[in-house]
């Protein structure tokens, strides 16, 4: 006989053996005889823990502090709703077949009569009250999942149990109702079952969803003689039959499920280009967002959003074209096979409507790093490439980058075809915009047709910017230039859509 004798260690089970050794665990490769105390052997067997279950951050509180973007935008978390509360098995109070006499006793009677009833005259009993559900709702306060990683297991509160002490009273009250916990998430956040179907898209503030619903409580029966039951039942269904009714008193278990959170930020306008392009101090520039900002790379490691004011040239409908910008770490070649940070972000560019290219043009080859980011942007999405685009050539203080706007200008606008329907005409800010009347691209040669199969296509095969600027964010040269371009932008796509 091989039995279970002591509560695992984390790896080895300990196994008591009487007599035989069954043969299915071999000691000289699953452990060893630990010790020979009266005739009972005991027998160590390591044995490998399912490798598949991913370790948590939360065991290693480090690591979240140290690599947080690995873990804000991505949790599993499990959830249970309260169980019910349970009913009771009352009985009715002392009767007398007799007259009653006195006072005493026509005060009981009185009171008797003020047992709560339906409107067909049965009696109301009390019930256990319901178990707490679980929501999960969008919360602008909250920008990461990142707390999750540290609590990833919620309980609601059970139901209140009916509070009777055996006897049907007037006084009886239902169980209390647990209140609903409520777990707040950023907005943008998808919820969905482990492994399973989507749940809901928690896209605004305040949209919520039930994820678990609470257990119901039990409902109340009363206990007779068998004698008086017939009499009983003729007023009320809840009298106790039998024993297996007992069950019905008892509350409702509550669900346990487990959820997948995965935040896809919610922003009108995305950022992207190499590291220390300038896309943080970009939106620093030009909203109230403070990121982290220095001359090293990879600064950004999560995505920053920032708020862009309306538009005053639109008087009252300014409102209407504010906008958020996110900030997005920088990519670098090679991010699709895991280079630097990854390009897993870049699923927070699904919901962006408008994506701005922020390309240091004081860089040894600055049409080479745009192609680098299109190149990353294809192999994650291509229909990023496909969606309404600026350039932003950046750091133009500096001579170099100066000197070199109008062919850096030319040389990008050749990468790209023109859009199919007609798109804008002459820039007012003295940008560079996509000329939907020329006749080819901008070296001359016909213009390629949208047509191509998404594979085959080469990142000139894809629509040209809707405008490049030239500006310094850092020394705030042409930004209300660059602004207009975004806001005209931001503008075509609402019109799209
Ligand atoms: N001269 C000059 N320097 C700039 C300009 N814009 C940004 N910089 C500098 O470039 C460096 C990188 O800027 P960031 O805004 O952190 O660049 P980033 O693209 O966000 O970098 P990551 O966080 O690595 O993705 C900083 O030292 C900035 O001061 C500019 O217009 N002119």
Do not use: W
């Not at 919901?351 to 290219?357: D, G, I, S």
């Not at 133009?396 to 804008?424: C, F, N, Q, W, Y």
């Not at 000329?435 to 001359?444: K, M």
Request: hydrophobic share 35%; with cysteine; net charge positive.
């Amino acid at each position: 006989m091989v039995s279970l004798i002591s509560p695992p260690p984390s790896t080895s089970y300990l196994f008591r053996h009487k007599s035989s050794f069954y043969g299915t665990v071999l000691p000289e490769r699953c452990g060893q005889v630990s010790q020979n105390l009266n005739n009972i052997r005991y027998y160590a067997i390591s044995c490998r823990l399912s490798t598949r279950v991913k370790e948590s951050p939360a065991q290693k509180p480090n690591t979240l502090i140290k690599e947080p973007h690995k873990y804000f935008d991505q949790v599993i978390i499990t959830v249970r709703s309260g169980d019910g509360g349970h009913g009771a098995v009352l009985n009715m109070p002392n009767q007398r077949a007799s007259k009653p006499q006195g006072k005493h006793e026509k005060e009981k009677l009185r009171r008797k009569s003020l047992f709560k009833r339906d409107f067909g005259g049965s009696l109301i009993l009390p019930v256990g009250g319901h178990g707490g559900d679980v929501v999960i709702y969008a919360d602008e306060g909250k920008d990461s999942l990142l707390e999750f990683h540290t609590k990833n297991r919620y309980n609601a509160k059970r139901g209140g149990n009916v509070a009777a002490m055996g006897v049907l009273t007037a006084q009886l009250h239902d169980g209390l109702s647990a209140p609903t916990l409520r777990i707040p998430v950023p907005p943008g956040t998808v919820v969905k079952r482990k492994r399973g179907t989507l749940l809901a898209d928690l896209a605004r503030p305040g949209d919520e969803v039930l994820v678990a619903r609470g257990g119901q409580g039990g409902i109340s029966l009363v206990e007779m003689p068998e004698h008086s039951r017939k009499k009983l039942m003729a007023l009320t269904t809840n009298v106790m039959r039998d024993d297996s009714d007992k069950v019905l008193a008892v509350g409702q278990p509550g669900e346990e499920v487990s959820l997948e959170l995965i935040l896809r930020v919610v922003a009108d306008v995305g950022l992207v280009g190499l590291p220390n392009a300038g896309k943080s101090t970009l939106l620093s520039a030009t909203t109230l967002a403070r990121p982290d900002i220095a001359d090293y790379p990879f600064t950004t490691l999560m995505p920053n959003l920032g708020r862009l004011d309306g538009d005053p040239s639109l008087g009252p409908q300014m409102y209407s074209s504010e906008a958020t910008l996110a900030d997005l770490p920088g990519l670098i070649e090679g991010a699709h096979l895991g280079k630097g940070l990854g390009r897993n972000f870049l699923r927070h560019l699904r919901r962006t409507r408008l994506l701005v290219h922020v390309v240091d043009a004081a860089a040894e080859n600055p049409v080479n790093d745009y192609r680098t980011v299109k190149e990353e942007l294809r192999m994650y999405n291509p229909d990023y490439l496909e969606r309404p685009y600026i350039v932003v050539l950046n750091k133009i203080d500096l001579p170099e980058a100066k000197d070199r706007l109008p062919s850096l200008t030319e040389e990008i606008m050749k990468l790209g075809v023109d859009r199919p329907s007609s798109e804008p005409e002459k820039s007012s800010t003295g940008a560079v915009q996509q000329q939907s009347s020329e006749g080819g691209n901008a070296d001359g040669s016909s213009p390629r047709v949208l047509t191509k199969d998404k594979k085959d296509k080469d990142i000139e095969d894809y629509p040209r910017p809707l405008a490049i600027v030239g500006v310094s964010v850092l020394k705030g040269i042409r930004v209300d230039e660059m602004l207009k371009e975004i806001r005209a932008g931001l503008r075509k796509c609402r019109g799209a859509n």
